[in-house]
């Protein structure tokens, strides 16, 4: 792919528009802040690195959905070798005016549930809470739109089990 700088105003226009994705995905497979932004800069890098190949057959965000899904599994799978995951303090990630400690308090616990997921059940989940459908998720996983609602079902009673065992404090 040559770069231009309209090829590369077009790529950061897209990236700025759908940055929560990267926030989302990071969130998902990793718990400090420092990885989340690791793995944000990894993400990132793929994207660019395989734009070219972005045959605009699909919505940039779904493009950039399956690269970033993919990616993160990727590097999960490397950090977790070099180390073992420590869930950080209570800490929200953004603060506001509409802070919400119950709220938050339960989305951490939630995050620590996902963190003890296998990498594709946690893509099963990032897909399920951005509002894909069966097919849609099955299709990025490449397995079946039956596969992908038995493996979703599966994963959401180990997340409650899960949580229910651990006994997070609310």
């Known amino acids: 792919m040559e770069v231009t700088a309209t090829t590369e105003t077009a790529f950061l226009s897209q990236l700025e528009k759908y ?21 944000q800069q990894e993400i990132i890098i793929q994207l660019w690195k395989s734009y070219g190949s972005f045959k605009k057959e699909s919505e940039f965000s779904t493009w950039m959905y399956r690269v970033s899904v993919n990616t993160a599994i990727t590097y999960f799978k490397k950090e ?19 802070y919400d400690a119950t709220r938050d308090n339960q989305m951490e616990q ?26 849609e998720t099955g299709d990025h996983l490449g397995i079946s739109e039956v596969n992908a609602r038995v493996k979703l079902n599966r994963t ?14 609310l």
Do not use: C
């Not at 939630?110 to 894909?132: D, I, M, Q």
């Open 80 to 98: 977790k070798k070099k180390k073992e995951t420590v869930f950080p303090g209570e800490i929200p990630e953004h603060a506001s005016a509409d």
């Open 110 to 135: 939630f995050y620590k549930a996902v963190h003890e997921l296998k990498p594709v059940e946690k893509a099963l989940v990032f897909y399920f809470l951005e509002g894909h459908s069966h097919k």
């Open 19 to 39: 940055k929560g994705i990267l926030h989302k995905v990071s969130r998902m497979y990793m718990d400090s802040a420092e990885d989340r932004e690791d793995l």
């Open 156 to 169: 959401k009673e180990k997340l409650q089990h899960i949580i229910k065992t651990k006994a997070y404090e």
